[in-house]
Every structure is written in C-alpha cells, then in structure tokens.
C-alpha cells in the first residue's frame, strides 16, 4: 500500500499549495490513501467545514486536527457529521467530546486504513497518557487483524517525546508521523520493528516566516516583549510538506519512507516510484 501524511495546513499560503499540487501528487505516486493535518488551515487557527470540503476535494482521505481543534466553534458540531475528520484521540476518558480520535476507513479494494491523532503533553496542554491512548487506540483495530495500514500522527511539542511514542508502538503502527512544529525533520526511517517514522513532517505554508507567521509580528513579540498585532499566517509561496510510505501487503510493516517537498522557499524532493 502507498500512504501519505502533509504536515499542519497554514492558512492561505497553506491551503494554495495543497490543492495546487495534491491531485497531481496522488496521481505520480499511486497513493491508496492521504492524511492532511489541517488544524491551521483557517487564517491559521482551526477548520471550516468549507476548507475541509476543498482538501478533500483535492485527494485527502482524511484531516486530523489537533490542540486548535475548536477555534472555529463550527467544528464542535460538523466533525459529528463527517467521519474523515478526527481530533486528538486521548481525550481524558468519560467526558463528552466532539468526533473521534481514530477511525477506520476502507479502500475500493477492501483494505483498511487506520488513522489515530495521538496529543502529546510535553510542553502542551495535558490530555490524558498518550502512550496508554495509543495502545487503547491500537487495541481497537490491530494492525494484520483488523487493518491492512496504521498511521498515527503524533500531536506534540517536544521530539524526544514523538520517537519515544514511535518506539513504544513499533512493530504495531505502519507509520507514526510527528506534527504541530511545522518544521520538517531530517529522520525518516523505518524502526527495527517495521513501523516507519519522522519527528515532523513539516507545515504545508510559507517558510519565510516564523513557523508560518508573519515574521514581523512575531519578531516584535519576542524582541520588545510589548503588545503585538494578532498572529497572522506569512502569506507568500508555500512548501508542500509530508511523507511517503509504501507497506508490504502481508504485514502492513513498512518497507519505505521518504520526504516530500514542492514548492516553495524549501529545497524540492519526491520520491520515484
């Protein structure tokens, strides 16, 4: 099977790049199935159920979001309705949360791919373990038994944290991927187990700026420790940001993992196939 995950959509720039290069992307790499982190697509906080309509439009299976889940208060009530988009999964159990945290879904072919947001805590507002909620998580639709392909996207600050969650499920997951930095990480790999890994996929948006910022404002807030202007995502050419993954059938293991990148300020790379 080929997988895809493009990291955290910023804004305008973001959401541009996207759907200028998805369809194409889909179409040269004969990707079964593709996850888009789009927590940041709207003005850089949260999703609308417009945006979202348009990325699927474009070839995305599926969007996670993440710790700006409900910045726009509409997806409180449009992700009861729509099953391709899920938030953090571990939640702190017993409270009436919105959507899902993982979820099932099943090709034209009858594989099935599953897809779990893991939230980190590490320097983040505190959800509950995320290594207990991934195992919980796993324990739903077990990878070989139930589903053909795992992806978890971990949700998390700190990267110590990310590959730790990696090698806790290694051998359980077919790729466990790391966003919310919005910087691309150098260490794809396949763990010994089989389960393939990236600290971070990186932001698709525009790298002239400060995490997909405004430089500007940002540079303000940090040098004069005064008030600044609201944040606003930069709003020049974006980079489109992700991993590749191919699976072997038998297993779901991987048995590849490369970058991608277009466009944009940042050094292009794509795989062949």
């Given at each position: 099977m080929r997988l895809a995950f493009f990291g955290d959509i910023?804004?305008?720039?973001?959401?541009?790049?996207?759907?200028?290069?998805?369809?194409?992307?889909?179409?040269?790499?004969?990707?079964?199935?593709?996850?888009?982190?789009?927590?940041?697509?709207?003005?850089?906080?949260?999703?609308?159920?417009?945006?979202?309509?348009?990325?699927?439009?474009?070839?995305?299976?599926?969007?996670?979001?993440?710790?700006?889940?409900?910045?726009?208060?509409?997806?409180?009530?449009?992700?009861?309705?729509?099953?391709r988009i899920i938030r953090p999964y571990n939640y702190p159990q017993g409270l009436d949360i919105p959507g899902r945290g993982a979820q099932l879904y099943t090709l034209p072919d009858g594989r099935r791919v599953y897809v779990i947001q893991i939230h980190g805590r590490v320097f983040m507002d505190s959800l509950d373990d995320p290594f207990q909620g991934a195992l919980r998580a796993l324990q739903e639709a077990p990878l070989g038994v139930v589903a053909d392909a795992v992806i978890i996207e971990m949700h998390a600050e700190a990267t110590s944290e990310k590959a730790c969650l990696a090698h806790f499920v290694d051998g359980q997951a077919s790729l466990v991927v790391g966003a919310h930095t919005h910087i691309p990480s150098a260490d794809a790999q396949i763990y010994p187990g089989g389960t393939a890994y990236q600290t971070d996929a990186g932001m698709c948006g525009d790298y002239d700026s400060v995490i997909g910022m405004?430089?500007?404002?940002?540079?303000?807030?940090?040098?004069?420790?005064?008030?600044?202007?609201?944040?606003?995502?930069?709003?020049?050419p974006g980079t489109m940001c992700g991993v590749f993954v191919e699976t072997d059938d038998a297993t779901g293991l991987a048995t590849r993992i490369e970058p991608i990148r277009i466009g944009g300020r940042l050094k292009e790379t794509f795989p062949k196939v």
């Open positions: 910023m804004g305008k720039s973001g959401r541009a790049v996207v759907m200028d290069n998805l369809p194409d992307v889909k179409f040269d790499l004969g990707l079964d199935f593709v996850v888009v982190n789009g927590e940041n697509a709207a003005g850089g906080f949260g999703m609308t159920e417009k945006i979202a309509n348009d990325i699927f439009d474009a070839g995305a299976d599926c969007i996670t979001l993440g710790n700006h889940s409900w910045d726009q208060r509409e997806m409180l009530t449009y992700i009861e309705r729509e099953p405004k430089k500007e404002i940002i540079i303000q807030r940090q040098t004069s420790r005064l008030p600044s202007p609201r944040m606003e995502p930069a709003e020049g």
